[in-house]
């Protein structure tokens, strides 16, 4: 984009916005896309329910499979937009900004892809929006702010506001991030890419249920921490401060009365920092029109790109939900 404006007033120009298409997009007879699908993505990478639905969805044999009728049948379009402080997007770190990057909020993030996507396909509104993790922080912010840009939403294993239990994980990280004064210098120092490495780990739990945690040796968490941290060694650490600083903002509890679209919202039974029951299921009665679905998640998806069940718990379930 030439240029994006936050809410702080500050402008960046020639803004770079990384994004990729799936299927085919549909015209009513103004010319107008009706069956845009626009994606968040998390941190996970790979290691994310929502990455292996997308992994699914491009498999070879998509043509012979039922589950994915929707997407041979060229029903949605689906578009997927990396966000605002992500390094394949506008980022502190592909601005070479670092630490005078502008200070950015969900909100930003949310207006970010909206101008995009304005810019780009001439879009007003979208039939849906999903996301998982910090994605699911940009469907919550998007539904709350902008209730008529869109007919339905997913959230996956996400709250309208961190949980008590995130919220102290990511102050600690944020501690961990300032207890290095390297990170507010205009030259990189090797320090620093240790303070990644440092961080990652910490990030690693956001991704493991109570049960994984339980039942998985010491060897095999040591595997994953060790997979899920070299995945990680490209961010920088002015990305993930600004991301600390965002997430640590985030709240839009209060304003959950103002979504109008359609809401699944999926919870993964035993998340370390979520309490489902305490935390996840109260949001049925804050949402007008919505339904909790709560998954188990198999040991071995966090780290098998082949493992789809998840996926197809969430295909099934929203053909019962009647998505048209």
């Known amino acids: ?18 994004y990729s298409t799936m299927g085919f997009p549909k015209y009513d007879e103004d010319g107008n896309i009706t069956n845009a699908i626009v994606f968040c993505p998390t941190l996970k990478g790979e290691r994310s329910v929502l990455a292996n639905l997308h992994n699914a969805l491009t498999m070879d044999n998509i043509s012979n499979d039922d589950e994915f009728a929707f997407i041979r049948d060229k029903k949605y379009f689906f578009i997927r937009i990396v966000s605002l402080g992500s390094p394949e997007s506008c980022s502190p770190s592909t601005t070479d900004l670092k630490h005078n990057f502008p200070n950015y909020t969900f909100r930003d993030c949310v207006n970010f892809k909206k101008q995009f996507l304005k810019e780009k396909f001439n879009l007003d509104s979208v039939l849906a929006i999903v996301g998982e993790g910090v994605g699911g922080c940009e469907v919550f912010t998007w539904a709350c702010e902008y209730p008529d840009y869109m007919e339905f939403i997913l959230s996956m294993n996400n709250l309208a506001k961190l949980s008590g239990t995130s919220y102290i994980f990511f102050k600690s990280m944020e501690s961990v991030l300032e ?50 941290v070299e995945d990680g060694l490209f961010r920088d650490v002015h990305d993930l401060k600004y991301l600390c600083d965002c997430l640590l903002e985030y709240d839009v509890n209060d304003k959950l009365s103002n979504i109008k679209a359609k809401t699944i919202l999926i919870a993964i039974e035993g998340q370390f920092l979520v309490n489902v029951e305490k935390e996840v299921l109260p949001l049925e009665n804050a949402i007008d029109d919505v339904e909790v679905m709560v998954i188990q998640l198999d040991e071995g998806e966090f780290d098998n ?15 019962e939900y009647g998505v048209e």
């Open 1 to 18: 984009m030439s240029s994006f404006e936050f809410e702080s007033g500050r402008i960046l120009k020639d803004v770079n916005v990384e």
């Open 179 to 228: 207890s290095n004064d390297k990170i507010y210098s205009d030259v990189y120092d090797p320090s620093l890419s240790k303070l990644v490495v440092a961080v990652n780990k910490m990030l690693f739990l956001n991704y493991l249920s109570r049960n994984m945690l339980s039942n998985l040796s010491r060897d095999e968490l040591d595997a994953l921490l060790d997979n899920f």
């Open 305 to 319: 790109g082949e493992s789809y069940s998840s996926v197809f718990k969430i295909f099934s379930f929203l053909n």
